[in-house]
T-cell receptor, first 115, second 116 residues
Framework: AQSVTQPDIHITVSEGASLELRCNYSYGATPYLFWYVQSPGQGLQLLLKYFSGDTLVQGIKGFEAEFKRSQSSFNLRKPSVHWSDAAEYFCAVGHRGTSFQKLVFGTGTRLLVSP | DAGVIQSPRHEVTEMGQEVTLRCKPISGHNSLFWYRQTMMRGLELLIYFNNNVPIDDSGMPEDRFSAKMPNASFSTLKIQPSEPRDSAVYFC??????????????FGEGSWLTVV
């Protein structure tokens, strides 16, 4: 069964600094990969997704993620963090096949942005 | 466009009471999901419907939980009787399943349930 690991529970970044959130997955083949963001009291918003093709994926709000098959990773990056990026970030893997819609989520990484 | 609409947004109820959470998926979507989010267990898929038919309910915790989708534009998640450990945020999500590529799942803003 697929699984997702987000090793960092909390990360604090200074405003304007770069950001990388780690995500490792376990899956027997090439998965569908997603990053979602959840602001306090809100639902989950899709930042970006990887299905196939270019392994560097661009998303909304200036985020990007790179799929590295050799490392089973799909890390999220942003070159310059804004205070409004403070939120919880979830990596998810979807199964390729008839039930690929069944996303498995990581436990999330809470991003704090310091002035 | 309207997103996934959930109601109520917040509910506080007493243990033993019946709780009904409602969801209106995005128009045109044919898959609907109910997720539960807690601090201890994170985001868990409870049940997944495709074309109004329950496909996978393996995540439903116990018989106290039931979900229905009587038509393409409405679903309910019912807890009867409710218990304090059911306190969580319940998310409804929808997507369009079809085509050669994967789909994107869109989430509602959640129903925040507190059982006292």
């Amino acid at each position: 069964a697929q699984s997702v690991t987000q090793p960092d529970i909390h990360i604090t970044v200074s405003e304007g600094a770069s950001l990388e959130l780690r995500c490792n997955y376990s899956y027997g083949a090439t998965p569908y990969l997603f990053w979602y963001v959840q602001s306090p009291g809100q639902g989950l918003q899709l930042l970006l997704k990887y299905f196939s093709g270019d392994t560097l994926v661009q998303g909304i709000k200036g985020f990007e993620a790179e799929f590295k098959r050799s490392q089973s990773s799909f890390n999220l990056r942003k070159p310059s963090v804004h205070w409004s990026d403070a939120a919880e970030y979830f990596c998810a893997v979807g199964h390729r096949g008839t039930s690929f819609q069944k996303l498995v989520f990581g436990t999330g990484t809470r991003l704090l942005v310091s002035p | 466009d309207a997103g996934v609409i959930q109601s109520p947004r917040h509910e506080v109820t007493e243990m033993g009471q019946e709780v009904t959470l409602r969801c209106k998926p995005i128009s045109g979507h044919n898959s609907l999901f109910w997720y539960r989010q807690t601090m201890m267990r994170g985001l868990e898929l409870l049940i997944y419907f495709n074309n109004n038919v329950p496909i996978d309910d393996s995540g439903m915790p116990e018989d106290r939980f039931s979900a229905k989708m009587p038509n393409a534009s409405f679903s309910t998640l019912k807890i009867q009787p409710s218990e304090p450990r059911d306190s969580a945020v319940y998310f409804c999500a929808s997507s369009f399943t079809g085509g050669a590529f994967g789909n994107t799942i869109y989430f509602g803003e959640g129903s925040w349930l507190t059982v006292v």
